[in-house]
């Protein structure tokens, strides 16, 4: 019988995330420090919005590329909040998750063997999905000494004449690391020389510690070379609804929404209501969620200068990215160990990409009660290991 599958796919990795989560649920008074997902439920409101379109029955297709006022709203918030301008009926593409719009995108802009710069440690799915599109992934390895962000030098010394997108990953998972506005305009300039494009995943964008978020579209000449990519899953709570979208040149959306028609018909009608919602009366929400995921991080940054443990400070999403570099360990064991030992999982930093060897990444949305009470056996598990080094 021949071989049923394809190459490609067989070989690439699964993802590093969850390998710590089949054993957590099986063990009792385990705590799960590892996923990131908002611990706040979905705010009522727009719940509401959701069960009133079911009560309506609103349960039919939208547009392939989404409601009309859903895509008018995207268009007003962007302008509100970043002052951006796009066309909602050409440049707007409603999408399952942030990650579809990813695929879409590399898929709707890719010719075989074009290259794609990942900057690492970053999202699993950026590198995959540039595989599945034909493309061949480069990766920029990003440095802690630089709070790893990505550098403009780094940036020239990966393209070739067969650079085509890079990937921006900013705020970023699994390091919190943030780009300010002096960073993206060393970063455009590099762009604008080159002629490349870039796919700016902004799904954290509202989650930001030290100064509100700069998108790279924002700055001169970058609009018609950005994919913007963002969604409600973070900044709303809203995971399971599964909705995002993407911005951009129309003549890129119109190809995206081509294969979005073909492949997905259109994200769920449901969700396109609430996010209507969302968007219209969400500020508050985001306010006291942020607020809340603030007050997470400062403490968990106290947590580990009072043990010694190494980390700089991140000013976005919800992650912090220690160092477990003096330990001896890989970051698949120390993992691993910890996980055994005091029942705490935790991520590989290199599930995120071979650089993140020697980090973690511990996600803090979760409750206060419950980080304590990780940071105590944290500490305790780092004391044995530094006694019997």
């Known amino acids: 019988m021949r071989n049923p599958l394809a190459d ?49 029955g609103r349960t039919i297709y939208t547009s392939n590329a989404g409601l009309k006022e859903l895509r008018q709203e995207i268009c007003h918030t962007l302008h509100r909040k970043q002052g951006l301008t796009y066309d909602p009926l050409t440049e707007v593409l409603v999408t399952v998750g942030g990650s579809e719009a990813i695929d879409m995108g590399l898929r709707a802009m890719i010719n075989p063997g074009d290259e794609v710069l990942i900057p690492q440690p970053s999202y699993v799915s950026y590198e995959p999905c540039a595989i599945l599109a034909g493309a061949v992934p480069v990766i920029i390895n990003l440095k802690a000494e630089n709070e790893f962000r990505l550098t403009a030098a780094e940036l020239e010394e990966a393209i070739t004449d067969r650079t085509k997108i890079l990937i921006l990953p900013f705020p970023n998972n699994p390091t919190g690391a943030i780009m300010e506005r002096k960073d993206l305009e060393e970063i455009a300039e590099v762009i604008l020389k080159h002629d490349i494009f870039v796919m700016s995943d902004e799904i954290y964008s509202e989650l930001t510690y030290k100064e509100k978020h700069v998108s790279i579209a924002e700055l001169p000449g970058m609009q018609e070379r950005t994919i913007l990519i963002n969604g409600f899953s973070k900044a709303y709570a809203m995971t399971g609804w599964r909705l995002g979208y993407a911005c951009g040149p129309g003549e890129i959306i119109k190809q995206m929404t081509k294969i979005h028609q073909f492949a997905i018909m259109c994200a769920p009608t449901t969700s396109q209501y609430a996010a209507i919602e969302a968007l219209k009366n969400g500020d508050e929400d985001i306010a006291q969620m942020r607020a809340a995921y ?96």
Request: aromatic share 14%; proline share 4%; net charge negative.
């Open 294 to 389: 603030n007050q997470r991080r400062r403490f968990l940054m106290n947590a580990f200068k009072e043990m010694g443990l190494e980390c700089f400070e991140p000013y976005g999403a919800f992650y912090v990215f220690p160092c477990i570099k003096e330990f001896g360990m890989t970051s698949d064991e120390f993992a691993g160990r910890f996980l055994e030992e005091e029942k705490v999982a935790v991520v590989p930093g290199t599930a995120f990409g071979d650089c993140g060897e020697g980090f973690l990444r511990i996600s803090y949305a979760y409750s206060l009660e419950h980080l304590r009470e990780a940071v105590g056996r944290l500490e305790r598990f780092i004391g044995r290991l530094r006694s019997r080094g």
């Open 8 to 56: 490609k796919v067989v070989e690439l990795k699964p993802s590093g995330i969850r390998k710590f989560f089949d054993i957590v649920h099986e063990m009792k008074d385990a705590i799960s420090l590892g996923v990131g997902e908002p611990d706040f439920d979905t705010p009522w409101h727009i719940r509401d919005e959701g069960i009133y379109s079911l009560e309506q």
